[in-house]
């Protein structure tokens, strides 16, 4: 075990932990890039100009929801829908936000702000990780800032290389690049079905998804997010009981 | 439409959900029902969304056949990353093969 390792971020100074959190982050940036390109090729075989692509990268900053809606606005869905499914696609960030809040509520306002906006799935990662090496680091919030400054930096990067790939080859819309997307959502997909629940969950999704598609406003793909989710629910709970509330409750006292 | 307005209502959306947590601190509570609906969240999105686009890439019923390069190229990402777990090698994968596909069909 590798319990109570001396705090040595304790001495550094903010520089030296905004450095840190970046170099930490470094895997991750190599794993994002192709999704970041990916991202900007989709955005350049849509009916969004380039710029919005990066406009997107820049404001809204969240890999999976920006996936969404160029895939959604390709299928010429309203806004409201977009803004709703960005919603609901966003909210597991309140439950990362949850996890890593005792570090950070002490901060000033802006710096919540700040940290919040920068909060990814790979961010998360990164930081439950220094959080679990790291009991009380002063500078923690610097090592947070640097390792999600090194991902927004990353990310308009790589969506910038997939805007110019996609105006350079333009035939590619012709030849299908939205497949990538769909190869892109299955190797996201496919390592979580392992599980009953989410495998239950996934399938009612599909079925539903395919047979209510002719509905107005893509409802029919939040109708069928609804029922795989209660598909999902109902399959937990008749695997384990009532327990798994109770035990996540649990779980959530202890990290706080 | 609009997509700069889509855009910056899609980034205000977003900038509330992740920050609020840090801004509201310990005075807003979780439901454990929320948090295990949520966990369900993106896999359903993501699936709801590709089905159709894999099973009716034209938008015009079902096209269950072999010259549907959509539905023979998920299946092969779908099985490569079922064994490897590498998420590049099964975009690579079912990239190549889509596009093989497709011209093997037009060709």
Redesign the interface.
Known sequence: MTAHIPDTQQEHTPLISLAAGARDTLPMLV?AA?FGM?FGTLVAAS???PW?GQ??SL????G??QF??A???ASHT??LV??F???????????Y??T??PH??HLP?RW??L???L?TDETFAVMAGYYQRHRNPSNGHWYFLGSGLAMYGNWQLWTLVGLLFGAIFPQLQT??L????????????????NRL??FG??????????LL?DLPYKLG?LS??FI??AV??AL?RAGTGSG???A??SE?EVQA | ???????????A???F???????L??RVA?P??L??????????????????????PH?KG?ELNWHN??LI??VV??IV??FT?K??L??VA??VV??AW?LWITA
């Open positions: 794993g192709p990916i009916p969004m100009a919005h406009l997107m404001s809204v900053y969240a999976s929801s969404i809606a895939g959604l606005v309203g806004m977009i803004w499914t960005t919603l609901i696609v966003n909210m597991r960030h309140m439950l936000a949850a890593l809040l950070v509520a306002a919540r702000w940290l919040g906006f909060l030849m299908g939205d497949f990538a997307m769909v190869a892109t959502f299955i190797a996201i997909i496919v390592p979580q079905l629940p989410q969950a996934a399938l009612a999704a599909g079925f539903f998804a395919y598609q793909l069928a997010v795989g989710v999902g629910i937990t798994v509330g109770k996540k409750e959530r | 439409m609009n997509y700069t307005l889509m855009i910056f209502g899609m980034a959306v977003t900038v959900v992740k920050a609020i947590m840090f801004i601190g310990d979780f454990p029902l948090n295990l609906a949520l966990s369900f969240v993106p896999v359903t999105v993501l699936t709801a969304i590709i089905v159709p686009m894999i099973l009716a938008g079902m390069p959509q190229a998920s990402a779908i990353c079922a777990r998420q590049m099964t975009i079912g990239l889509f596009f497709q």
